[in-house]
């Protein structure tokens, strides 16, 4: 007899349950016995509310119908059989031929025609490849609020240290070590894997590592990388091989030699990629770089517009630059992230600077001129 959806508690076969239910309210009006399963499975945890979810966001993502025969099914169903997670099982005979909450070789008042029937079986086949892709590459996901800071613990023995208003994806294979920066900055401790190089993507720009600590930001602007130990290579966006984890592996991970576009940053060394230049590799202060860690912020004529944009990761109260010619002014001095008051008050003492306070923001102007 069949397990019944929710009478595991292990992920994958949450997953598993999901799918199913998925698959049966995608065919069509559903009996009201059958509504009343699903509601309860849904009570039981909020494990299963997230994992339905989550199925149902993959779904979506994937080409609607595949009228063009692009999901291949096989391909999904091997790639996930070769993940190292030990997390993707076969199928039975006869497993799965009940719909959700059914017991095997129990009638089902819902009867098919043959066309819908085939059409389910359709749906079943890459159903079962989703499945299973999902199963093996879901991505556990991490992220922070306004003024928080928070460690990760990586299951290879990294750690991911988040700066506020971060978020992160990883995604941990036997032969990669996927992150997505997907905002934010982080603090990366690789641990040593020489199997397992460590990838972290950004707006486009890779970055390779095996052992080694670096820092990545995330600016409107582009993307800055400063290795405190180690050496990373930093692959530029818009370079055909950085276009999927999978495919980008070979090309970035398999030669002892780096590809032209690539840039190699040693320890004590940083580098900010835009959307329009790379700029020159440099002497990197990782003190002020990493500041932040420590609930500081160490500026060194930082323009306005960049002040405000820190400042606003700690604090609810926006600081805004309401005149558009005082962004490029600099701003020096080191300011605790966990008190506002310490760079308002300097704001205020400088001749230059009008500072309006309200419960929304403190609003920067150009001082009027007597």
Not at 98 to 113: H, K, L, N
Not at 284 to 303: G, K
Request: net charge neutral.
């Amino acid at each position: 007899m069949n397990k019944r959806p929710g009478s595991a508690p292990e992920g994958r076969d949450i997953v598993a349950e999901a799918c199913a239910w998925f698959a049966e309210f995608r065919e069509g009006e559903v009996p009201a016995a059958f509504r009343a399963r699903f509601d309860e499975w849904l009570r039981r945890s909020p494990e299963h509310i997230q994992a339905y979810l989550e199925v149902s966001a993959a779904w979506s993502e994937l080409p609607t119908g595949d009228p063009e025969g692009r999901i291949d099914v096989a391909a999904l169903v091997a790639r996930a059989r070769a993940s190292a997670d030990d997390n993707v099982v076969a199928f039975g005979r006869g497993e799965g031929a009940a719909p959700p909450g059914v017991a095997q070789g129990e009638i089902t008042p819902r009867r098919r025609s043959l066309p819908a029937l085939a059409a389910s079986i359709a749906f079943a086949l890459v159903l079962v490849g989703l499945t299973a892709w999902f199963v093996a590459f879901r991505a556990d996901t991490y992220s922070t609020g306004i003024g928080e800071q928070r460690t990760v613990r990586l299951a290879d023995g990294s750690t991911v240290e988040l700066n506020a208003l971060s978020r992160i994806s990883v995604r941990l294979s036997k032969t990669l070590r996927d992150i997505d920066l997907i905002r934010g900055q982080a603090l990366f401790h690789v641990a040593k894997d020489g199997a397992r190089p460590f990838i972290v993507r950004s707006d486009g720009v890779t970055v390779r590592a095996v052992g080694t600590q670096f820092d990545v930001y995330r600016k409107r602007s582009g993307t800055t990388v400063t290795v405190l130990e180690g050496e990373v290579a930093v692959v530029p966006a818009g370079d055909s091989r950085t276009e999927s984890p999978e495919d980008s592996a070979p090309s970035i991970l398999g030669s002892s030699r780096d590809p032209p576009a690539t840039i190699l940053v040693s320890a004590g060394e940083q580098v900010t990629v835009t959307p329009r230049e790379v700029q020159k590799r440099h002497k990197a202060d990782v003190t002020a770089a990493t500041a932040w860690v420590e609930q500081r912020l160490i500026l060194d004529a930082t323009p306005l517009s960049d002040v405000a944009d820190e400042f606003n990761r700690y604090n609810t109260r926006k600081l805004v630059i309401a005149d558009p010619a005082l962004r490029s002014v600099g701003i020096s001095g080191v300011y605790s992230t966990a008190d506002s008051t310490s760079l308002v008050g300097f704001l205020r003492a400088q001749s230059n600077l009008q500072v309006t306070e309200t419960d929304a923001e403190i609003r920067v102007t150009a001082a009027e001129k007597r």
